[in-house]
């Protein structure tokens, strides 16, 4: 074999694209409710959309589903403008959760199954598995008895009926108490990991969000502000750790002398208790606090706490924002 032979090394590929809107726009009388919003999903994504009340996220998503026509703009679906119809039917989405109010969650789930042609031992099988994956086995009480929390476990069930490929989802863990919402959480990570379901989830609770979502878009007053990966995400946030010392001079001196960089360093001082409580910051070492705790102590300063802390979700989002 001569020995020039250039061997081509796999290229890495990105993900198909399960969702593009293109500078999509709604417009109600003079309100605009989506400004421009082009959003890229890909096969595979959690993609948690973050914005408050009033921010588009549900007009974009009944946009996505075509139950509001858009203003202007395209819609793309596995790729493509057109077969918009087919693809949507091969979707399950949850918006404002809308059942039968006298059936129950057996009956309800088994209508939608005759809707979407599941039927037989099949249709059976597929909702007692729905119904135990949500925690509803067993409800026998019409949908109209239901608390706000059960009924968007059922939506979230009718939205999973038949394994589609992309699921929406529009505030799904709102009225759910701590349990309900680490469960929910669960079901899809689950799903999206057995199933490789792509999800587009909306969220007021950005903590749990930023537990489950690979990618975030950031919308407020109709338009996308930023769409950012997790890893991406949580590059950008401000990660320090934090000692509370009473002498913060000296401690400083001692941290430098252990290979601490001054200019990574400084101190803030908070007197909302009536005297003077030195906090010294740090932008490097968060991984060396024991060390620093027995350096300080060892050398007779008294550390109250010390502790990592990083920009959570809802600070980014709020810096984002300009708020």
Do not use: W
């Not at 399960?18 to 994504?45: C, R």
């Not at 599941?118 to 009480?141: Q, T, W």
């Amino acid at each position: 074999m001569p020995s020039n032979t250039v061997f081509a090394l796999p290229q890495k590929t990105s993900a198909p694209t399960a969702l593009q809107t293109v500078n999509l726009t709604k417009n109600y009388g003079n309100f605009v409710a989506l400004d421009n919003v082009s959003i890229n999903v890909s096969q595979g994504d959690i993609y948690g959309l973050v914005g408050r009340n009033g921010a588009g996220k549900t007009t974009l998503f009944k946009c996505v589903m075509g139950l509001t026509n858009p203003s202007s703009g395209q819609v793309l679906l596995g790729g493509e403008a057109r077969h918009l119809d087919a693809h949507r039917r091969e979707m399950g989405f949850m918006i404002s959760p809308s059942f039968f109010p006298y059936l129950n969650p057996m009956e309800n789930l088994q209508y939608l199954c005759r809707v979407k042609g599941i039927n037989g031992a099949a249709r059976n099988r597929e909702v007692n598995r729905l119904l135990d994956l949500v925690g509803l086995a067993g409800v026998d009480k019409p949908f109209k008895a239901f608390s706000l929390g059960m009924k968007q476990r059922l939506g979230i069930a009718g939205a999973l009926l038949g394994s589609p490929q992309m699921v929406i989802l529009d505030e799904p863990i709102n009225g759910l108490d701590p349990q309900g919402i680490i469960d929910i959480r669960k079901i899809i990570s689950e799903v999206h990991a057995t199933q490789g379901t792509t999800f587009i989830v909306s969220s007021h609770i950005l903590a749990e969000l930023d537990l489950v979502a690979t990618k975030f878009g950031f919308i407020d007053h109709g338009k996308l502000l930023q769409e950012v990966s997790h890893s991406e995400l949580h590059q950008q946030t401000q990660r320090t750790l934090e000692i509370v010392s009473d002498d913060p001079a000296r401690a400083a001196q001692l941290l430098q002398a252990a290979g601490v960089a001054p200019e990574t360093m400084e101190v803030h001082v908070d007197e909302s208790a009536g005297y003077p409580e030195y906090t010294l910051v740090l932008n490097e070492g968060m991984s060396r606090s024991a060390e620093f705790t027995n350096l300080l102590v060892t050398n007779g300063i008294s550390v109250s706490d010390i502790h990592r802390k990083e920009t959570t979700l809802e600070d980014y989002f709020m810096n984002l924002v300009g708020e």
